[in-house]
């Protein structure tokens, strides 16, 4: 069955290290997209792409930065992590129908210490 | 502005009752479409439901339906026969621009998290 993955599940860092959460999917969407869910707020969008070479900044970009060199992987990387920056990430893909729904990986829960 | 408003930060429920979950938004595009996702404690999002601006008749999935009122920009779930398994936190999400043949990005609103009592 297809599905996406994001690893770490969980990772603890200290403040100013370079931190990479990786999302690999095997739907063969093109459509991919980064959030950061905190309570009281939501989801929030942090970047998205809509294929091969082409990223997009969301609602809350600040500090982070994505590539996408092939349909599969959109790996998030945090430049220099800041305590503001513990949360719950969700990578998430879709078709490019209008209609069609997101799929979510289990998430990745950072802290940032 | 709040594209998506959840004015419910919790409810509770009766088991086998029926729960309305409410969701109202805002937008100027004419096109847009309105998603329902469930996350258990595990942590999961699970997509529910989905309601097209130009659908003429309201979603139904199962035991999930969407009352979905075009002029008021609301777009309320309703959980029928509640179960204790419907104990989660319930997000209202809306994609703008269906129409232009492109999925965008979903835009949240803040949770309601449902409880239901045996």
């Known amino acids: 069955d297809a599905e996406i993955t994001q690893s770490p599940r969980h990772k603890i860092t200290e403040t100013g290290r370079q931190v990479t959460l990786a999302c690999h999917q095997t739907w063969n969407h093109n459509n991919m997209f980064w959030y950061r869910q905190d309570l009281g707020h939501g989801l929030r969008l942090i970047h998205y792409?809509?294929?091969?070479?082409?990223?997009n900044k969301g609602e809350v970009s600040d500090g982070y930065s994505v590539s996408r060199s092939n349909t599969e992987d959109l790996p998030l990387t945090l430049e220099s992590a800041a305590s503001s920056q513990t949360s719950v990430y969700f990578c998430a893909s879709s078709e490019s129908m209008g209609n069609s729904p997101l799929h979510f990986g289990n998430g990745t829960r950072l802290t940032v210490t | 502005a709040q594209k998506i408003t959840q004015t419910q930060p919790g409810m509770f429920v009766q088991e086998k009752e029926a729960v309305t979950l409410d969701c109202t938004y805002d937008t100027s595009d004419p096109s847009y479409g309105l998603f329902w996702y469930k996350q258990p404690s595990s942590g999961e999002m699970i997509f529910l439901i989905y309601?097209?601006?130009?659908?003429?008749q309201n979603a139904t999935e199962g035991r999930y339906s969407l009352n979905f009122q075009k002029a008021r920009k609301s777009a309320n779930l309703v959980i029928s026969a509640s179960q204790l398994g419907d104990s989660a936190m319930y997000f209202c999400?809306?994609?703008?621009?269906?129409?232009?043949?492109?999925?965008?990005?979903?835009?949240f609103g803040s949770g309601t998290q449902l409880t239901v009592l045996p």
């Open positions: 309601q097209g601006s130009y659908d003429q």
């Open positions: 792409s809509y294929g091969v070479h082409d990223t």
């Open positions: 999400a809306m994609r703008e621009g269906i129409s232009s043949g492109s999925a965008r990005q979903l835009t």
